[in-house]
């Protein structure tokens, strides 16, 4: 089956910090990644749809610059969250979209097993 | 625009009780997807089912089963003979063909009491 993985599973840092969050698709190639955001007792929000080797597309109230992402292979994205506040720690999940005989469909998105946030 | 509503925010029942979750939805779209995950107290999301909007057949998988109204634009999940271990967060989500963006509901919380 597809594995996706996510590193660092727990992360704990201090205000003003920057932390890096990797996703990787373990067993097939993906050349889309979605991030998405989940606060306690909330639901997942999409927050960019990232894609291999151009920029990442983000949904509407997501701050570029605050929540970086590179995507610079067919199986790592990275999403780096800058200067970091108390109000950025949330579970971060993401997901990775594979091809199977050169089609995409929703059903071909693989979820990470997700990355607590806290930003002390 | 793209919605998915799940009314029931918390349901709680006692084990081997069955119970059925609430999933409605909007969009425009004619082609789509139809999703429900399991949120455990791990937070891993697990993959229940997909349904696409052609295909109007009931699905049952062991203990779990689906109701996919189109014309009423929902698509239930009943858990028959609930079990502790079914404890979670349930989201159901919606995706289009366009862009393949998942858009989760708000989930329901179940506890299944011992």
């Known amino acids: 089956g597809a594995v996706v993985s996510q590193h660092p599973s727990w992360v704990i840092c201090k205000s003003g910090t920057s932390v890096k969050i990797e996703c990787r698709s373990l067993?097939?190639?993906?050349?889309?990644m979605f991030w998405y955001r989940q606060f306690p007792k909330q639901s997942l929000m999409l927050m960019a749809t990232s894609n291999e080797g151009s920029k990442a597309t983000y949904e509407q109230g997501v701050e570029k610059d605050k929540f970086l992402i590179n995507h610079a292979s067919l199986t790592l994205s990275t999403l780096t969250v800058t200067s970091a506040h108390p109000e950025d720690s949330s579970f971060y999940i993401c997901?990775?979209?594979?091809?199977?005989?050169?089609?995409?469909?929703?059903?071909?998105?693989?979820f990470g097993p997700g990355t607590r946030l806290l930003v002390l | 625009a793209q919605k998915v509503t799940q009314a029931q925010t918390e349901i709680s029942v006692v084990e081997k009780e069955d119970v059925t979750l609430d999933c409605v939805y909007e969009?425009?779209?004619?082609?789509?997807?139809l999703f429900w995950y399991k949120q455990p107290p791990s937070g891993e999301l697990v993959f229940l089912i997909r349904r696409n909007s052609f295909d109007e057949q009931n699905e049952i998988s062991g203990r779990y089963s689906w109701n996919f109204q189109k014309s009423t634009s929902s698509f239930n999940f009943t858990i028959t003979a609930s079990q502790v271990v079914d404890s979670a967060v349930y989201f159901c989500?919606?995706?289009?063909?366009?862009?393949?963006?998942?858009?989760f509901g708000k989930g329901t919380r179940l506890h299944i009491l011992p």
């Open positions: 067993d097939f190639q993906a050349t889309t």
């Open positions: 989500a919606l995706s289009d063909i366009r862009d393949d963006k998942i858009i």
């Open positions: 997901s990775a979209r594979r091809v199977l005989n050169n089609r995409v469909t929703p059903e071909t998105q693989y």
């Open positions: 969009t425009r779209d004619t082609t789509y997807y």
